[in-house]
């Protein structure tokens, strides 16, 4: 019994991996207020996800300078155990604001939404599409 246990915690464990596995890579985001994109990349970050800006692009797809190149722009974040959904924390370099997220993930698409003010407050952060 104590080895089907452990057996069993095994593959619980490796199913919560294999679906983290689904949101790592390279993802373009959907236009900001200022009709800015850009590539976020997911890598696991201990045992959760993060994702880095790695490069910006202005509202007629060209490369930009940003501050925020290199900064986590999602962190914190973990599936929830639903198909596909993780949970976790947001930045929003429009509107310079931290929110918790709600990331579902459908093929090589990703909606992204935030809430702030315990709910009360929720942005839609639009359809990121997988780039790798």
Known sequence: MK???????????MTGMAMA?????????APDDNGNTGIIRVAQCGSSLCGTLIQAFDASGAIMQSENVGRQIIWATNPTGTAGEYRGRLYSPDRDREYRSRLQ???NALVVSGCVAGGAICREGGRWQRVN
């Open 3 to 13: 080895r089907f246990l452990l057996g069993l915690a095994a593959v619980v464990a």
């Open 21 to 29: 596995d689904d949101l790592i890579g390279d993802w373009r985001t």
């Open 105 to 107: 993930l459908s093929g």
